[in-house]
């Protein structure tokens, strides 16, 4: 009888010029994780670590907005890539060197030839954490990072709606098969309070807390739904930049100063 020939070997590379690297995942689009990454982001600059921040979404980018950063990146060599530059991060997205109005209509290889571009040829500086902002789901992207990037933690950011949550413990599964360590979960959009004091749980409740406790994974926190978080986000300031003393700033701080714990 013959013997199934040993699985494949992945040969995983840190991404060079940084020293940890954490995914920021959603597997559920719509939840709020590109605010929830940059602010995350941020906040750990805040208690002191060097950032970059990588939006590893193709299809949809996020970080021109987020960050209001129009310009191209430069090459000195025409193979590798300097990263832009906010607020003493350092930022690399695909949405950086396309018009902002231009479709991404392209298959599988071209977006694993990217991504592979962002992770290998940015000339990434002296960062104590990268930050990678991954699109929704468990497909071509997710899977080349899992595989060739060597990976310090993946967070998985939702609202406790059901729907999202479903999502959700499919991408737990799809990092725990990939030997991925999922540092924890965050509750993202988990109430509305309202001018008169009021609160409101718009996208149900306890659902991120219990998939976590579900899946014996560490809970990190809940992140309300705040009209100032969504400013900030259109006008390209994060407020756990802008405003680091601000009520949801500090959530972010909590969370990140858990993070750090996990890692460092």
């Known amino acids: 009888m013959s013997q199934k020939p040993p699985p ?63 310009e191209k990146p430069k090459s000195e060599d025409n193979q590798s890539i300097i990263p832009l530059e906010k607020f003493g991060a350092q930022c690399m997205s695909m949405g950086f060197l396309i018009d902002e109005q231009t479709p991404m209509m392209w298959r599988g290889p071209m977006v694993i030839s990217a991504i592979k571009t962002m992770t290998q040829k940015v000339l990434w500086k002296d960062r104590d954490v990268i930050i990678i902002d991954m699109p929704p ?43 991925v360590k999922i540092l924890g979960l965050v509750d993202n959009m988990s109430v509305f309070k309202s001018d008169d004091g009021k609160e409101y749980k718009i996208f149900g409740e306890g659902g991120v807390k219990k998939t976590a406790d579900e899946f014996n994974k560490e809970f990190l926190g809940h992140l309300p739904l705040n009209k100032d978080l969504r400013i900030s986000a259109d006008d390209g300031e994060p ?16 969370i990140a100063e858990k993070i750090k714990q996990s890692f460092l």
């Open 8 to 70: 494949k070997q992945f040969i995983k590379k840190p991404i060079q010029g940084t020293k940890h690297t954490i995914l920021i995942s959603s597997a559920k689009g719509g939840v709020g994780k590109s605010t929830v990454a940059v602010n995350l982001a941020f906040a750990l600059q805040n208690i002191g670590l060097k950032i970059g921040i990588l939006d590893a979404d193709v299809y949809g980018p996020s970080l021109p907005k987020l960050l209001n950063l129009k």
């Open 137 to 179: 789901g468990t497909g071509d992207t997710q899977l080349t990072f899992v595989q060739e990037v060597k990976i310090d933690g993946a967070i998985i950011v939702s609202t406790p709606q059901d729907l999202a949550l479903l999502d959700v413990k499919r991408g737990i599964q799809m990092f725990e098969k990939t030997g």
């Open 239 to 254: 407020l756990t930049y802008s405003k680091p003393d601000h009520e949801i700033s500090k959530l972010f701080k909590s």
